[in-house]
């Protein structure tokens, strides 16, 4: 059983969660966060890089100089690799960057990012964000508590805190369904709603 604090919207103390899942510093899987964060980035890669072989360069179909006497290499075609304005040889061709993740890697890396910040002191829980939506009432809330650069987690979609935040540049804001793990390892600090602290815990479960 673990005990996290809960902290009102004015970030003073309001009671506890208490949660079944194991968030000790034994929990934390540096290997399943990298592997993670790592299939995260190279989701991001749009892979249209493309370059021209010579399956794919018009032209060459004749012989640009006699095999011998010309003191030269010979040469079958214009459009070889070795001649001006031929093809590109191994060029990097359109391909798809995505690396598999099994959920059960997924599930340690959630969990291991969330004990790595409780453990550090850097796992904010709060009741709700009562927030008017303006930019400089969160940043002078996250500021003045000391919790910028940081991630903020609601549980909905439409929450007002997640406009307030879009636009701090050493802050970003998402709701429980867009969680990951990539956006929780690059802020040091992690600033979640109860419910939505309890979403992603049921996940682990």
């Not at 179909?61 to 006699?66: D, N, R, S, T």
């Not at 003191?71 to 990097?92: C, D, E, K, N, Y």
Request: glycine share 8%.
């Amino acid at each position: 059983m673990t005990d996290i604090t809960v902290l009102n919207s004015k970030f003073e103390e309001s009671g506890k969660l208490s949660t079944t899942v194991s968030l000790t510093a034994d929990d934390v899987k540096a290997p399943a966060v990298h592997q993670v964060v790592k299939a995260n980035l190279a989701g991001k890669r749009q892979g249209t890089h493309s370059t021209k072989t010579r399956a794919f360069v018009s032209g060459g179909g004749a012989k640009p100089f006699k095999q011998k006497g010309t003191g030269r290499a010979r040469q079958g075609t214009s459009r070889s690799g070795l001649m001006v304005g031929g093809a590109r040889v191994f060029g990097p061709l359109p391909r798809n960057y995505e690396q598999k993740v099994n959920k059960k890697v997924s599930k340690v890396a959630v969990q291991s990012i969330i004990a790595d910040k409780l453990q550090a002191g850097k796992l904010v829980v709060v009741d709700s964000f009562e927030s008017t939506g303006k930019t400089k009432d969160m940043f002078k809330s996250l500021s003045d508590k000391g919790l910028l650069p940081a991630l903020v987690v609601t549980q909905e979609s439409n929450n007002p805190a997640l406009r307030a935040t879009k636009n701090i540049r050493t802050a970003n804001s998402l709701p429980v369904a867009a969680f990951n793990v990539y956006d929780a390892v690059k802020y040091e600090n992690l600033v979640i709603e109860k419910q939505a602290l309890e979403t992603l815990l049921n996940r682990l479960v």
